[in-house]
């Protein structure tokens, strides 16, 4: 096994269990993703709180680990035959740990593509959707006379809100029985639309049925519950 030390990253965030996987994230939308499957899988982790508020992403140590400057990252110092694994993009990091600990991802080849789709729909529809509404309606972007960039991204989350409600009708998880990854990519994204963003009137979020009561069983899972507050803010 490769020393941690070996990584630039670990000299601004040094780890303590260097045997452990270490986590490089703040409890934003995409944050949490990782915290929470981590917490489900009751991998073993080390997590780094990195401030995006004090531009902690631009950094050369953080930017050694991630070049596009995000997070969440990871150093899984036991990857694949033994050997450390750098990882970036929360979507690619909840694929890993679900191949890594057989859970949460269907082992069937068609129901685990098909699972792949909808993480991936989370990662290019309703993340940037989101994201882009919440700036246009909660920060700078609410000062802009303009209100057609608002508009546009709160009739696409209204969209894909439906979209989702009508997935949901008669399941209890978007892949039906099983929660998945596609949950825990998910969950994080519909709670701060309505709850960071202040976003519920503006895409009627009160209207649904089915996204609500699902929300809020993902909410009751122990697990999601610690995870949303890791790494803890200083």
Known sequence: MTALS?????????????????????????????????????????????DIGKDETWSPEFLSLNPNGKIPAI???DGPDGRPLCLFESGAILLYLAEKSGKFLPAESSRRYETISWLFLQMAGFGPTFGQLGFFHK??????????????YVTESKRLLRLLENRLDRRKWVMGNDFTIVDISLLGWVRGLVEFYNAREIVAYDDLVEVPRWLESCLARPAVQRGLNIPARP
């Open 139 to 152: 920060f700078a972007g609410s000062a802009y006379e303009d209100k057609r960039p608002l508009n546009r």
């Open 6 to 50: 070996n990584f630039p990253i670990t000299s601004r965030w040094p780890a303590a269990h260097p045997e452990l996987l270490q986590l490089y994230s703040a409890p934003t939308q995409n944050g949490v993703k990782v915290s929470i499957m981590l917490e489900e899988i009751g991998l073993p982790y080390e997590p780094h709180y990195i």
């Open 75 to 77: 150093i899984d110092p």
